[in-house]
């Protein structure tokens, strides 16, 4: 009823190609994003904690992913990698200049993920698909083994592991152990937030065309004046970027430290991947959806379960998690290929349509 | 250095031949059992165009199965009979299992693009994950090695003035997965169902048009990928034991499978030997240089460098595209 685009006139070209022509999706939006901010104030610190910052930094790294996987068309396995380029670039070079704003590093350190990325994105102009992902699983286990063989990376430290140091904005500590879960919270959805605009402006433009035209046919792209390697390097650059600055606020805003090197691990590559096809290739809200769903489902059987009243161990809800993603992932897919994006666009659809439809 | 790189290994190399040697056949232990895996893969993707993420889990799920139907039936029928029960039975779960992934996944998704097919795997992965988790427990189980009548120990040969181990079980396992890859060769090439299955490798729509069942050979083609899987499983289940962390080594199915060609069961098995005796011998003689455990990269690099020269693998097909 109250989906309706009735009387909306677009009198400009530009009005016509807004990102949400729609009114109420215009208003849905900025609800959600106020609702979003305004949460910590209804919700208790382990909420904030082990729910919302984990699907944020998933989110982002998912958007990272999607525009290489879902826009560009060229399938990665290496997110984990490139996310833990951005963590210990970010690690490194808060160490080295303590003065300068943790903020600026975090933004930072993309680059260098970014650098990493181009690298390993090199072979891409020659193979793709399959053999693509096996090109980049080898950034995955050098970069993995780099982490641990080269102790510079974490300052000789005996165990291995690197500690984020306190870092404060106006005089509040973002990051480290002082660091609040709801301002770490606030600051990495003000991330990414600002990440997810950039990107889908990116999408929209001249960039994100050339990286669609070379997913449907490269041949054909390269026929029409769209430089292959220009692009697709782009692209991993990019896509890099984003898991480099997911890396670096997973291991400043979430982690805090620790186990670095085993978080950015193969499995982690693979989430993300998940996350993307579940969700939806080649649309921002599926990277939302899919590391929703994702990372969700885990955390409801192993709380919701037990809090419901359903009695269920830690070692018996592992396996029915497994069980349980094994089987959303297969019904999912089966329903609906294109992921739960499409889905929501479809009922989107139907909404508008409601209740006549034709 | 540059020494040290280039010259050094090779001085050790002709020092110590019978270290070389060692290294030589611990390699090509690993590549045999690198090639096992990647055969399974190349199996599906032929017929199916799947790219079976889950052949790594199969492998684990076998074992498992086979160990614990052997824990339950032994003390009733004794070990002898039980081990060879619980592998019929395993066969036999193998085939449940394949007509399941058919009926269940595969039919449904038909027609989809590879990535989704992909992700489906990834789905059976999970759920067969949890499923065996769940059944037979997280804890690593010990192969019935002996029960399976499989020789055990090390048989050590005085050759070029030292001493080399080789472990008879590794014999064994060459020598199995040689009779294997026969066997398959002989099956493709003389058989009814063997013509059907190159038929529909060929082309989809063309093996549909003379009359062959694609559900059929799908679920052929699973079974068999799900027997290879078994062998795989009782083979590295026996050199160390049976556990979930096999999947993860299962990764390095995929650098073989690119040496080899996605669509070529003699380039799984050659692959599969490079592989294993590359990586073996660049961790043995180039990897102090770097600090040791190049084992775990070194084979994806092999792959990448070789990727940049013939993309198409060592027997693949010629990848041709059309606008």
């Known amino acids: 009823m109250l989906y309706r685009e009735a009387g909306q006139f677009k009198t400009t070209y530009e009005a016509d190609m807004a990102v949400f022509p729609i009114r109420q999706d215009r208003i849905g939006l900025g609800l959600i994003i106020l609702a979003a901010f305004l949460l910590p104030l209804f919700s208790s610190d382990f909420f904030i904690g082990t729910v919302m910052v984990p699907f944020l930094v998933f989110s982002l790294a998912a958007i990272g992913l999607n525009l290489l996987t879902g826009y560009t068309g060229l399938l990665s396995l290496g997110t984990g990698a490139f996310m833990g380029v951005g963590a210990y670039a970010c690690y490194k070079l808060t160490i080295a200049f303590p003065e300068v704003n943790v903020l600026i590093w975090i933004v930072a350190s993309g680059f260098f993920s970014a650098a990493v990325g181009v690298l390993f994105g090199l072979p891409s102009l020659r193979i793709k698909g399959f053999y693509l992902a096996v090109a980049t699983l080898a950034a995955q286990f050098v970069l993995e083994w780099c982490v641990v063989r080269i102790p510079w990376l974490y300052n000789y430290s005996s165990s291995g592991s690197i500690d984020v140091p306190t870092r404060t904005l106006f005089d509040i500590a973002i990051t480290g152990p002082q660091a609040t879960p709801t301002t770490r919270y606030l600051v990495l959805l003000s991330i990414v937030v600002i990440f997810t605009w950039i990107a889908s402006n990116i999408v929209r433009g001249r960039i994100g065309r050339m990286w669609m035209a070379i997913r449907d046919m490269d041949i054909a792209a390269e026929l029409m004046g769209i430089r292959p390697l220009q692009t697709k390097l782009l692209a991993f650059a990019v896509s890099s970027f984003y898991c480099g600055v997911a890396g670096a606020v997973m291991m400043f805003l979430w982690y805090g430290g620790g186990e670095a090197k085993d978080a950015f691990n193969i499995n982690l590559s693979f989430n993300i991947l998940f996350m993307i096809i579940i969700g939806g290739l080649g649309a921002l809200l599926g990277a939302f959806l899919g590391a929703g769903l994702l990372h969700l489902v885990p955390i409801f059987l192993k709380f919701g379960l037990p809090a419901l009243g359903v009695p269920i161990g830690g070692e018996t809800a592992e396996h029915w998690t497994h069980i349980i993603i094994g089987m959303l992932i297969i019904f999912f897919l089966i329903v609906e290929p294109h992921g739960l994006a499409r889905l929501w666009s479809i009922t989107k659809q139907k909404l508008r349509m409601w209740p006549f439809p034709y | ?323």
């Not at chain 2, 060769?185 to 062959?212: C, P």
């Open chain 2, 1 to 323: 250095m540059l020494y040290n790189i280039f010259i050094d290994p090779f001085v050790q190399m002709a020092q110590m031949p019978d270290l070389l040697v060692q290294t030589l056949w611990e390699g090509l232990v690993a590549g045999v059992l690198y090639a096992l895996i990647a055969l399974g893969f190349v199996l599906i993707f032929k017929a199916s165009g799947v790219f079976n993420f889950a052949q790594g889990i199969m492998v684990v799920f076998a074992g498992l199965t086979l160990v614990g139907l052997y824990e339950k039936l032994s003390p009733s029928t004794g070990q002898g009979l039980g081990a060879f029960l619980a592998l019929v039975l395993t066969i036999g779960v193998m085939f449940v299992l394949a007509w399941t992934i058919e009926r269940v996944v595969l039919r449904p998704l038909v027609n989809q693009p590879d990535i989704i097919l992909f992700m489906a795997t990834f789905g059976i992965t999970f759920f067969l994950i949890g499923f065996g988790e769940s059944i037979f427990g997280g804890s690593p189980k010990k192969m019935i090695t002996e029960q399976l009548l499989l020789p055990t120990g090390a048989i050590d040969l005085n050759i070029l003035g030292g001493r080399v181990i080789i472990q008879k079980l590794d014999i064994a396992a060459a020598v199995i997965a040689g009779l294997m890859v026969a066997g398959l060769a002989l099956f493709f090439q003389y058989t009814r169902i063997g013509r059907a299955l190159r038929a529909v490798a060929d082309s989809h729509k063309a093996a549909l048009s003379v009359g062959i069942s694609l559900n059929q050979i799908w679920v052929i083609v699973w079974f068999t990928a799900g027997i290879v899987a078994l062998v795989t499983g009782i083979m590295w289940g026996a050199r160390s034991d049976v556990s979930f962390g096999l999947s993860v080594i299962a990764l390095k199915a995929l650098p073989v499978l690119i040496l080899g060609g996605f669509t070529s069961v003699p380039g799984a098995i050659v692959g599969g030997l490079i592989i294993g005796i590359g990586e073996k011998m660049g961790e043995f003689y180039w990897g102090p240089l770097v600090g040791g455990g190049i084992e775990s990269w070194l084979a994806y690099i092999i792959a990448l460098a070789f990727l940049l020269f013939r993309p198409q693998g060592l027997f693949g097909d010629k990848i041709i595209e059309r606008i």
